[in-house]
Structures are given as structure tokens and as C-alpha cells.
């Protein structure tokens, strides 16, 4: 007597073909735990909610994709290997865990969205300044985030400003230049700033001293079209400056042209005023007013080792010229708050689309299941 399987011809093609799918999914969902997890200019949003709220469940749905992605690779081969035998055993067990798969993502994205209006309505601004104000140098965890916080929210602008300065304008022949120009000119128009750190990265640029014109009548411009303020019906491609004249003066006012700064506290460094940290230094005699990770850093600065481009900065009091100069002075709370929701739609949508597509493989699967026939077949040897 042998045993003979039959059915679901086309069921198993889309089986198998889900089962491969299945395992890409897994290195995505481990790519994503590891990114968030390790990548230093991420996983700090991670300790903020969890040090804020006292609560670590948002980085729970890191750990969670990580988990869910290294035992996706496992699971795999069930289901390739009960579609290829028609093996209701197999599929069963496959099924189950698309489930424990899809139950996962459901919380990795629910984790998410609960966590998304945790900093709205100026929360994140608020907290920031009570970080700063009264918890900086208190809280052994705060310093370390606050200084990551600040200085990774600069040298994102100054990798951006490297660009601009070598890339931006010249050679536009070249593709890697002409994306690099394209991407620039959008950024500048869609997020209405103006270069990195600001207009004055176009000062000295290849871009400038190229000194390329239109009209040989016009003198050459000191900052693209797409920094200065747009008329309505403007776009990325066409810029149209509301006032191309005024754009291009030193000094122009936001009205003409736009402009970015750096950040420091949560509002701005007047944050450290009279914070607990500044008090502290102050009884030991040392003049600080603020951490060393709020000045402007050089290229060998790093998050734990902070290196202001003027050592002294840390000493200027507030508002005074060098104190101007060489002091970050926006607060992080509105970069912060990007990056915090940019991460949140980064779960959001991974979760629920992989668990949408866990429910087709879970249907697949089913379907299987019930069109497979076992037939026990009794050979007549004589």
C-alpha cells in the first residue's frame, strides 16, 4: 500500500512563491531591528521615550521586528517544504506561525501609533527644557542623550553641507553631481532653508566660483534661486524668487531668504540658564554656560566627544558676539520632533504592510490545506 498526495496545483506555485517572499521579509524585518537598535543617529529617539515615559515598549518594536525577522528565516522553509510535499502538517505548522508573524506586526505598528501623539502639542519642546533646565548633570542617563541629541542634529547638516560646498551646481554633466544638485535644489524648496548651516555655505563653493550665469549681463549669483522665498505657482523645477534682487544680498532678512540654524536645549541655550547644571558649575567656580556639545563642532567631533570649533565658546555669555558666533541657536524640540515622527511612520508602515501581507499567506496557506487529498493506493503485485 503506498500513500499519494494530490490537489492545489496553482496553490502550491503561490505557496512556494509566498514562502520565498516570506524570507526576504525576515532579512527586512531584521535590517529594521538592527537600524533602529544600533544606528547612533536613531536609537537615541528610542531611549528618549523610554527614559521620558519611563516606559521602553517603543523600543520593544525594535527588539520585536528584530525577534519576528530572525525566526522568519526558520520558519521559511515550512512552508516551502509542506507546498513542495503537500505536507498538511507542514502547512499547518506554517500557518501558525504567519500568525505568530502577523499577531507581531499588529503590535510592532500599534506600539507605534500609541507612542505618536505621545510628544504632540509642544510635549517634545516641553521636555526637552526640563531635560536641560533641571536634569542635565543630575541624571547620570540625561547628559549622554541631551549632548547625542544636539550633536548629531549638527553634523547631519555638516555632511550636507560637504555637499554643498564641493557637488552642488558644478559639473551637472556628471550624474552623481546632477542628482546631488536635484536633491539640493528640492531640499532648499520644499523645506524653505537655504543650504546646510545655512546661506553661507554657498560662500566659497565650487558652485560660486564657478560664477555660471544665464545671461552674461547679470552678475553671478551669491545663493541659488531655490534659497530665497517663492511666489505662488513656483516649483522645484521652475524656482521664481519673490524677490531675486534682495534674495542676493548679504544679510538678507527671512522675508527674502531662507535660513537654518543649529540646535541647543529645548527652545534655544537660554534652556541652561539657571539650570541645575549651570548652578553646579558656577558653585564649583567654573565658567559654563553651555555643555560643549551646543557650540558649532569641528570635523573630529563626536557625540561622546564633543569638539567645538573654538574651545572657548562654553565660556561666552549669552547673547554677547562670540557668544553669537559660536553657539548653536535653535532649540532641538522641531528637528527632534521630525526625526521622532519620521521613525514612528518608519514602524507604522512596516508593521501593518507586512502584516496585511501575512493574512494573504495565511489565506493561501488555508486553501492549501483543504484542496490537498491523501489517497492510500493498495498495488496489485500479481
Not at 536613531?42 to 521615550?49: E, F, G, H, M, P
Not at 499577531?103 to 501623539?117: H, I, N, P, R
Not at 557637488?167 to 546631488?180: A, H, Q
Request: hydrophobic share 40%.
Amino acid at each position: 500500500m503506498a500513500t499519494e498526495r494530490d490537489g492545489g496545483g496553482c496553490l502550491r506555485v503561490a505557496v512556494s512563491i509566498f514562502s520565498i517572499y516570506y524570507w526576504l521579509s525576515a532579512l527586512g524585518h531584521v535590517f529594521l531591528g538592527l537600524w533602529m537598535l544600533l544606528d547612533p543617529k536613531r536609537n537615541y529617539i528610542l531611549d528618549l521615550v523610554h527614559f521620558s515615559e519611563n516606559d521602553p515598549l517603543l523600543k520593544a518594536s525594535a527588539y520585536v521586528s528584530l525577534v519576528c525577522g530572525c525566526a522568519q528565516l526558520l520558519v521559511g522553509f515550512l512552508g516551502l517544504c509542506g507546498a513542495v510535499n503537500r505536507s498538511r502538517f507542514l502547512l499547518l505548522a506554517f500557518v501558525m506561525f504567519l500568525i505568530c508573524t502577523f499577531l507581531a506586526d499588529v503590535a510592532m505598528g500599534t506600539l507605534s501609533l500609541f507612542y505618536k501623539d505621545k510628544f504632540s502639542n509642544n510635549y517634545m519642546e516641553v521636555y526637552l527644557k526640563n531635560l536641560t533646565n533641571n536634569r542635565y548633570s543630575r541624571d547620570r542617563w540625561v547628559m549622554p542623550l541631551m549632548d547625542t541629541i544636539q550633536f548629531y542634529v549638527y553634523t547631519v547638516k555638516e555632511n550636507v553641507r560637504e555637499i554643498v560646498k564641493s557637488k552642488y551646481g558644478v559639473m551637472t554633466d556628471e550624474p552623481d553631481n546632477k542628482r546631488v544638485t536635484d536633491f539640493i535644489d528640492k531640499l532648499q524648496f520644499y523645506e524653505q532653508c537655504c543650504g546646510s548651516l545655512g546661506p553661507s555655505d554657498y560662500i566659497g563653493s565650487r558652485w560660486s566660483q564657478s560664477g555660471t550665469m544665464d545671461s552674461e549681463e547679470m552678475e553671478s549669483p551669491l545663493f541659488p534661486v531655490t534659497c530665497c522665498t517663492q511666489i505662488t505657482g513656483a516649483s522645484a523645477l521652475n524656482p521664481l524668487a519673490k524677490s531675486y534682487a534682495r534674495c542676493q544680498q548679504f544679510g538678507a532678512n527671512r522675508q527674502w531668504r531662507h535660513s537654518v540654524h543649529q540646535c541647543c536645549g529645548g527652545e534655544g541655550p537660554l534652556d541652561y540658564k539657571d539650570s541645575f547644571w549651570y548652578i553646579t558649575n558656577t558653585l564649583r567656580g567654573t565658567r559654563s554656560f553651555v555643555p560643549p556639545s551646543c557650540c558649532k563642532q569641528s570635523q573630529v567631533g563626536r557625540a561622546w566627544a564633543p569638539a567645538p570649533i573654538d574651545p572657548m565658546c562654553i565660556t561666552y555669555r549669552y547673547l554677547s558676539t562670540p557668544y553669537e558666533s559660536s553657539v548653536n541657536t535653535e532649540g532641538c524640540s522641531d528637528r527632534l520632533m521630525s526625526w521622532f515622527n519620521e521613525q514612528i511612520w518608519i514602524f507604522v508602515g512596516f508593521g501593518f504592510g507586512s502584516a496585511l501581507t501575512m493574512m494573504l499567506g495565511i489565506c493561501l496557506s488555508c486553501c492549501l490545506i483543504s484542496r490537498i487529498r491523501i489517497y492510500h493506493v493498495i498495488r496489485d503485485d500479481y
